[in-house]
């Protein structure tokens, strides 16, 4: 009887085991590890992405969704490889300063619309700036002024981060300033909750 208990907790140790084994999150299918020169310090779980990114803008509710399973909050940092991001990434860390906390998740989404309304690109900007007025906490103006080192520093930050990073394609998810998840390997938002739990505990 208690050779047949031993055989029976060993058998479910041996599956469970496998199980584990089975989805735990395999380097270069699921994710990469990034060597950067250490002086980058993200938030355990940062969003690289563009407000130009048509996929950036489309996968923002997932990345809220994500937030809850994980129960951890995104952070987000906007790629600079070119003069386009460069004036992009302006334009949000500029609302990101004067915008309450509290209401940066409708900025940022306000702020994709209006990048992405179509016309040209005066008219795009015009709507940036109305999006980051309409958002601002007190005098934007004198507020932006007073930023301009700050956003500056913002984006040269960012500019950094996206050349350590070698990021060629947004958006892009980077655990623990270390790992980036490879989408294309899964198959559910679930699948990509799993991963990213696994890399938070590595």
């Known amino acids: 009887m208690k ?23 395999i380097e270069g299918i699921h994710y990469e590890t990034v060597d950067t020169t250490g002086d980058i310090k993200l938030a355990p779980v940062t969003e690289i992405f563009a407000l130009g990114c048509h996929a950036c803008h489309s996968l923002e509710q997932i990345f809220a969704r994500l937030a809850k399973r994980i ?17 992009q990434a302006s334009l ?52 932006a002024k007073r930023n301009v080192k ?9 500019k950094h981060i996206s050349t350590a990073y070698e990021v060629n394609a947004v958006p892009s998810l980077v655990i623990n300033s270390k790992y980036v998840v490879l989408f294309q390997a899964h198959k559910s938002e679930e699948d990509i909750a799993s991963t990213v739990i696994a890399l938070l505990d590595k």
């Open 3 to 25: 050779t047949n208990s031993l055989i029976t907790m060993v058998f479910w140790m041996l599956l469970a085991a496998q199980v584990n084994a089975a989805t735990k999150p």
């Open 71 to 87: 129960e951890q909050p995104i952070d987000k940092v906007h790629v600079v490889y070119n003069r386009p991001t460069e004036m």
């Open 92 to 143: 949000y860390y500029t609302g990101r300063l004067m915008v309450t906390p509290d209401k940066l998740d409708a900025f940022t989404a306000d702020l994709f619309d209006a990048m992405q309304s179509g016309g040209s690109a005066e008219v795009r900007l015009n709507e940036a700036m109305k999006t980051i007025k309409r958002y601002s906490k007190g005098d934007d103006a004198k507020t």
């Open 150 to 158: 700050a956003i500056k520093a913002e984006v040269d930050r960012a």
